[in-house]
């Protein structure tokens, strides 16, 4: 049994969808550092960055950082296709994967938190920040659409780890309008990953429809 620190709306999506296509038994525990409750005060004990998602394995380790997370479960799941069986196919999932992390969500981290990286920043500073940073990411996902072509998905014949991570960090940063219109070939990429009969439900659970 895995179980999952998440929460609804969030990155986690990207580990449930993961479990989902694995068809591993696991559970899901609410909490995030933006919505505290009980549950947050296990999860700081299991990964003190209090981040999400954060995966405790049924050996009782926990496991964070979403491309580690997924990186993880395809290895010990190899049949369940999250990474390419191909090397360098796999290679360029991986590379895809680290792409997202350093870039895409150390941009969202500086937009949710800008008073972090510039200390004292009155409000009109800090929306500077934010709005520097949204225009620096909005660039990072073009790159990646450049980079990553779906063949159809972009892990490939089916749906893998890179589309799952791509499809719910594209989501969740908002970044989906801008790619709509600047590549809509990745944009349409992206409605099919979360239209896939196993990712859509999660899809629906975290943003749902209307």
């Known amino acids: 049994m895995y179980t999952l620190y998440g929460k609804k709306g969030s990155g986690s999506a990207s580990t449930q969808a993961a479990l989902e296509i694995i068809g591993a038994p696991y559970r899901v525990v609410e909490t995030a550092s933006w919505a505290t409750n009980a549950a947050f005060e296990k999860l700081l004990k299991l990964n003190p960055l209090g981040q999400i998602p954060t995966l405790v394995l049924p050996d009782g380790s926990a496991l964070s950082e979403s491309a580690a997370i997924l ?8 049949e369940s296709g ?28 500086v937009i949710d938190f800008p008073e972090r990286w ?8 800090q929306e500077r920040i ?15 659409a450049d980079l990553f072509p779906a063949r159809p998905y972009l892990n490939g014949e089916a749906i893998g780890a890179l589309d799952l991570l791509a499809a719910v960090v594209s989501k969740w940063s908002g970044a989906r309008p801008h790619l709509q219109q600047a590549r809509p070939a990745f944009h349409e990429t992206l409605l099919r990953i979360e239209a896939q009969p196993k990712v859509a439900p999660v899809f629906a659970q975290h943003w749902p429809p209307g």
Do not use: K
């Not at 999250?82 to 150390?106: E, K, M, T, W």
């Open 71 to 78: 990186l993880h479960l395809g290895s010990v799941h190899p």
């Open 82 to 109: 999250l990474l390419p069986a191909d090397a360098s196919a796999r290679a360029q999932a991986i590379r895809g994967l680290v792409f997202i992390a350093a870039n895409c969500y150390a941009a969202i981290s």
């Open 118 to 125: 510039c200390e004292g920043a009155d409000e009109a500073t």
């Open 130 to 144: 934010r709005a520097g940073t949204r225009t620096r990411l909005h660039q990072y996902w073009e790159m990646f």
